[in-house]
């Protein structure tokens, strides 16, 4: 059974581009959950998907931040006109639906703005 | 709302050396809790989890006991090695079913030989 999967790992935008982020949950998971790690920080929940809906997101800054996780498909984390301050880890998490959920981590998506 | 305090790093000790990381939380309820542990550059790995109280967490020579009277979850170990040098992170969630999971700060680990 493959492990959660994220692309691009790494990836560079220019101030005021747009990042697309991908995360494939573990086969058989229908949760999906976002963080984010500043540097030299932990992790920080932003917002938690089951398939086509949000169920959670109190962590999600209000503008430019928006997130989806259709019924075929991997779940995308957009952010619009990125600024320096979006420089981060970006990890994505799964769970399975029954019982005291465990979440599995995804090897994270490092986006630099420069 | 749900916090995690973790012991602030770095923290330094020689190979066999003794190792305690303290945790502590705040929490409604009965909450699971988790320690996590990210080598450099990677994603984070579960290291063990506890879902009720004097629940013990055991994995690769780590142990941490669920104590809801002092609300902690310190982490332990008997004998570090150079490899075990990592970032570890106590973490939290709610007793409903699918929740978010609440972090503490991260404490950066190295073991010298």
Not at chain 1, 11 to 33: D, I, T, W
Request: glycine content about 10%; aromatic content about 10%; proline content about 5%.
């Amino acid at each position: 059974n493959a492990g959660v999967m994220q692309n691009p790992r790494h990836l560079v935008r220019r101030r005021g581009q747009e990042a697309r982020l991908r995360c494939s949950p573990m086969k058989g998971h229908s949760h999906v959950y976002w963080y984010r790690q500043l540097p030299e920080e932990g992790l920080k929940f932003m917002v938690y998907l089951q398939k086509e809906n949000i169920i959670d997101e109190s962590g999600m800054p209000k503008e430019r931040f928006s997130a989806e996780f259709p019924k075929e498909g991997p779940s995308i984390l957009r952010i619009q006109q990125v600024v320096r301050g979006d420089s981060a880890a970006y990890f994505c998490a799964s769970s399975p639906d029954r019982g005291r959920n465990e979440q599995f981590f995804g090897p994270g998506t490092r986006l630099t703005v420069l | 709302g749900n916090s995690v305090t973790q012991m602030e790093g770095p923290v330094t000790l020689s190979e066999e050396a003794f190792l305690t990381i303290n945790c502590t939380y705040t929490a409604t309820g009965y909450p699971s809790l988790f320690w996590y542990v990210q080598y450099p550059g990677e994603g984070l790995q579960l290291l063990l989890k506890a879902t009720k109280a004097d629940d013990k967490g055991s994995n690769k020579g780590f142990e941490a006991t669920y104590r809801k009277e002092t609300t902690s979850f310190h982490l332990e170990k008997g004998s570090v090695q150079v490899s075990d040098s990592a970032v570890y992170f106590c973490a939290l969630s709610g007793d409903q079913g699918a929740q978010k999971l609440v972090f503490g700060q991260g404490t950066r680990l190295t073991i010298n030989p």
